[in-house]
């Protein structure tokens, strides 16, 4: 059995090269809800949807979101009815937020609704949200306080960030299924995902860190820092407003108390000693995913890097 | 001014007629919701939807509902996701659904959201929901109580009808601007929609039907049944179920408590006279509105026979 916590993007390529090497049924991934945001009168979970469609094969990869050949009909009525329609949302789409914000209101938990959903959608993989609880992360910036997705989406990560707070946290339980399945996993794999606001989410909800901790699993990170930015995303210009270093040192750094090995793409090679003077061991190859052969490529330097296979 | 109290499709023909006739902006159009029901966790009020559509120009006149060329792909997600799909909505209809709903939920009354869906739409019509309260038509069969749509839609009002009940008529108030419209209009139409379910409900809301027995403007109606059965609809089930006679003359026997003139096709002449004995005036003309012209010719001669122009 494998671990993976996850983000968006970054984390469900990593994933389709790990379905391909171990059985989906054998994989348990731990996404990140803390961009989740209700929009439209909808609760919309963008790191669990990317997940679910990449797996799925529905993903729009060139997007990086929403489904394949997705239409915009809905979206281009509620601008004509005035509303703000910045968070892009395709028609199919709305079918899942659509869904899922109906069985929410049912009263299922957030996990159970992820249930279904991979279910109908064919996928075999333990799907857990971090919380089932409410969770919002929030951004500081120098034009004011603003969710998350607003500042990544809405306002293009254009203002300089101060901090990044985590409302809800207090109070946010993991899902059901989380900690367990950390504590009894054969592997943990933290995918290449934002270390601030996709692991750093996961990390800071209660008992996840410390099961990361406790683990008998060794767990393995692949940085999503490569040359010193990230692939995709904002992570350089949080790390940074946080007055972070924007390399996978720092991101070792963060993660030190419960990795065994942190995985970094070539180029970085110069990092490795420096990330070795934590107490972890190191392997560097290529982290960059330009196709499946990549992607498998990554996933089995990584399982290999903790002894499984 | 003029008010109308209106169904869905038979209305919104003769109103589009009406609006030819009568500047937008005098007409008051007060629509029947016990149609309304919630799916996928969404408020859909068909009649108000299909009036709005209709005088918008946007309306799917072949299919009698929804938006002119829209798409099912929300709709195809939603079914692969397991999701009862008997109710057909497109992509653009969506939007309204998913707009309104989340207006309520914000507090905002359903008289409110109509006004906001219909300024965005360039109505000028003051169109008002009959109750901002809940209020559902459920119709009692051989095979069991269900909603109005269910019987209708889902199951193609193909069971033999014993009653029809109207759920939260006791505590359902008209919607703000419905009994002044009525008590201060220069000529009110009952338009040529179904007796039980359409008119009949907007008849049950408490001070409706008294308001316009007080009124001192003349009440004409245009009668739904041409020839013994609807033009569509299901009226003949429900008023046989009922045991009511299909007949214009049954019709103008429901509304002759506040009806001055009743409106019925040539076809019917025969039924002028017994229809006269209920106290009413009866004008015959051609009722069946196949263009605009024959939509403006009705509208004419409605206004006509209650002393407008």
Redesign the interface.
């Known amino acids: 059995m494998i671990t993976a916590l996850a983000g968006g993007v970054g984390a469900a390529r990593f994933l389709q090269g790990l379905v391909n090497v171990v059985p989906e049924k054998d994989i348990t991934v731990i996404v990140n809800t803390g961009d989740d945001i209700e929009l ?3 609760h919309i979970s963008p790191d669990l949807d990317i997940i679910m469609y990449t797996l799925a094969d529905i993903v729009d990869e060139e997007k990086g979101w929403g ?1 394949r050949g ?2 915009f ?6 601008k ?4 703000e329609t910045w968070f892009n949302l ?7 937020h ?2 899922r ?2 069985l929410l ?1 049912k009263g299922l938990h957030l996990s159970e609704v992820t249930k ?2 991979c279910q ?2 064919g996928l075999e993989l333990n799907i857990l949200p971090m919380t089932d609880d409410r969770f919002e992360t929030k951004v500081v910036t120098v034009a004011g306080t603003m969710h998350f997705q607003e500042y990544l989406v809405k306002r293009r990560a254009q203002d300089e960030v101060i901090d990044v707070t985590f409302e809800g946290v207090e109070k946010a339980r993991p899902a059901p299924g989380v900690v367990d399945s950390i504590l009894s996993s054969d592997a943990i794999i933290i995918c290449p995902s934002n270390p601030i606001v996709s692991i750093g989410t996961i990390l800071s909800v209660k008992d996840i860190k410390s099961a990361l901790e406790e683990a008998e699993a060794k767990v393995a990170g692949i940085s999503p820092i490569v040359g010193g930015s990230p692939i995709k995303g904002p992570a350089d210009k949080l790390m940074r407003g946080l007055g972070l270093e924007v390399s996978a040192y720092a991101v070792a750094d963060l993660y030190r108390t419960f990795l065994d090995t942190f995985v970094i793409d070539q180029v970085d090679r110069a990092e490795k000693e420096r990330i070795e003077g934590l107490g972890l061991n190191v392997v560097t190859t290529n982290t960059i995913m330009r196709d499946l052969k990549d992607k498998v490529h990554l996933a089995r330097v990584t399982l290999r890097s903790v002894g499984v296979r």
């Not at 009909?73 to 509620?78: N, Q, T």
């Not at 004509?80 to 509303?83: A, M, Q, T």
């Not at 395709?90 to 899942?96: E, L, M, Q």
């Open positions: 439209y009168g909808l489904i997705d239409t009909r809905c979206l281009d009525m509620l004509r009815y005035g509303h395709g028609d199919k789409d709305f079918a899942t659509i869904y914000t109906h209101k279904r959903l109908k959608l």
